[in-house]
């Protein structure tokens, strides 16, 4: 996670991070809510004028009490975000990032120098919030917080354990959020690995020159699994902004794997967010030109994102040729496993294609083999929507929204990801409007909320 630039208007200070997250909530609004919100409208609802909402966003004024930032909270549909973040922002909001940086690292030095607190100058309330702050708590991540992980961080450096690690020990974290990510529900996965994200900045803060590329490289694959998360969980506003910074990463750290990776996937996730598919399809074709005739899991995921977004598009010909194609690629190959590609991958994305072009029985071929290969429980989920959308586009269209409704019925609500939801949501595309009657149940079976 790279650190707030010290020449940035955006994070001068607290209030001006307090700020950038009221306007980046605003900004997400209409992709987490389904409407959009305009400063004007977020002023009425919070009992402001336009104008001081724009100062509040730019950092040059704060609310004046905490029944306001209930407000806005509340306006916002923040779930409680900016009431949390609240009273370390009241009381610190004009002091400048860089002095709130030396202060926390004053606290801890003191802890592991001799047990007390180092900082003086301020009351205990202003330790207790400076306190709060170390450990990345500049951008006050609830995980952080909720799982005591701060004070885990301090009670290893008073036990003089060396943070952060080896890019070995890197590498095994990342294998692990991604585990985490095929297997536990979003929100869980996310959470933890917002922790180690807090680490890595921690590392890569004080890190020697010779050491800050592969650590970029870190960052770059944590990022992209972060965006991928927040795409499963519906916040696409704010996983266009990792998306960026997993790019900037990849980019920073000059390896071509990796840089090719993360536009890859951007592409694929693109697929279940708001982006139009004129836009995934060039994301998808950037990604292939980047990586010119090196065979790379970016590669294949910039292919698998082309042929599903042809498909939707209606360009079965198309389509299937680079279905064809992915197949090729993946067996010169033999990628299985790097990044996390796996070897369902290929067959799930000829099940979407052929089931999209109406090719029911390859559709029912590619599928089998995804089953067989032991997919994760999103790829399992989504192939048995593709079913939905085949037996669709055969004429069965009640039969449609009875498979979509059972699969979301069956599927713990933890679980059901906006990916998924996104391709139910591409079964009732298929059907007309007047053969939907089915459609009450699919509705109430779709709208059950992830739970948070």
């Known amino acids: 996670m790279p650190a707030p630039r010290k020449d940035s208007d955006r994070y001068r200070s607290m209030a001006h991070y307090f700020g950038a997250l009221i306007r980046d909530l605003r900004d997400s609004y209409e992709a987490r809510v389904g409407e959009r919100l305009t400063m004007a409208e977020l002023a009425s609802r919070a009992g402001y004028s336009a104008s001081v909402i724009g100062q509040i966003e730019r950092g040059e004024a704060l609310p004046e009490t905490g029944k306001r930032v209930r407000a806005l909270d509340d306006a916002l549909r923040a779930d409680g975000q900016l009431t949390l973040l609240w009273p370390v922002v009241q009381r610190l909001g004009n002091h400048p990032i860089n002095d709130l940086a030396a202060a926390t690292n004053r606290i801890t030095r003191g802890y592991r120098e001799n047990g007390t607190c180092a900082l003086t100058g301020g009351d205990d309330m202003e330790r ?10 500049l951008l006050a991540q609830s995980p952080i917080f909720n799982t005591g992980e701060h004070v885990r961080q301090m009670l290893e450096r008073s036990l003089g354990v060396p943070s952060g690690g080896s890019e ?8 692990d959020h991604l585990r985490a990510l095929l297997n536990q529900p979003p929100r869980q996965a996310l959470d ?32 992209q699994m972060h965006a991928n998360l927040l795409t499963r969980l519906g916040e696409y506003g704010q996983a266009l902004r990792w998306w960026r910074t997993a790019r900037q990463a990849a980019d920073a750290s000059q ?25 995934v399809l060039t994301l998808a074709r950037s990604a292939q030109s980047l990586a010119t005739e090196r065979l790379t899991p970016g590669l294949l995921q910039a292919v698998s994102a082309e042929a599903q977004t042809l498909a939707v598009m209606g360009k079965n010909q198309e389509a299937c040729d680079s279905v064809q194609r992915l197949h090729d690629l993946v067996e010169r190959a033999q990628l299985k496993g790097r990044f996390g590609w796996s070897g369902d991958q290929a067959f799930f994305v000829s099940s979407w294609v052929h089931s999209f072009g109406g090719d029911s029985e390859a ?52 679980y059901r990801s906006r990916m998924i939801t996104h391709t139910a949501r591409r079964v009732l595309d298929t ?18 909320p992830i739970p948070t």
């Open 431 to 448: 059907v007309p409007l007047d053969k939907r009657a089915a459609l009450p149940d699919y509705r109430t079976a779709l709208n059950t």
């Open 255 to 279: 390896d071509i794997d990796m840089r090719v990776w993360v536009r890859g996937s951007e592409a694929v996730f693109g697929l279940y967010s708001p982006r139009s598919l004129d836009s």
């Open 168 to 175: 070995d020990h890197w590498e095994a974290v990342c294998a």
């Open 192 to 223: 933890d690995l917002v922790v180690d994200l807090a680490l890595l900045y921690q590392q890569m803060s004080v890190a020697p020159a010779d050491q800050i590329t592969r650590l970029q490289r870190i960052a770059a694959w944590m990022s």
């Open 363 to 414: 559709a029912r071929e590619a599928r089998d083999s995804t089953f067989a290969q032991s997919p994760c429980y999103q790829n399992a989920t989504n192939v048995r929507l593709h079913e939905a959308i085949s037996v669709a586009r055969s004429g069965g269209h009640n039969e449609a929204l009875q498979l979509v409704t059972q699969v979301l019925t069956d599927l713990d609500p933890a």
């Open 128 to 137: 207790r919030h400076l306190l709060q702050l170390a450990s990345l708590g």
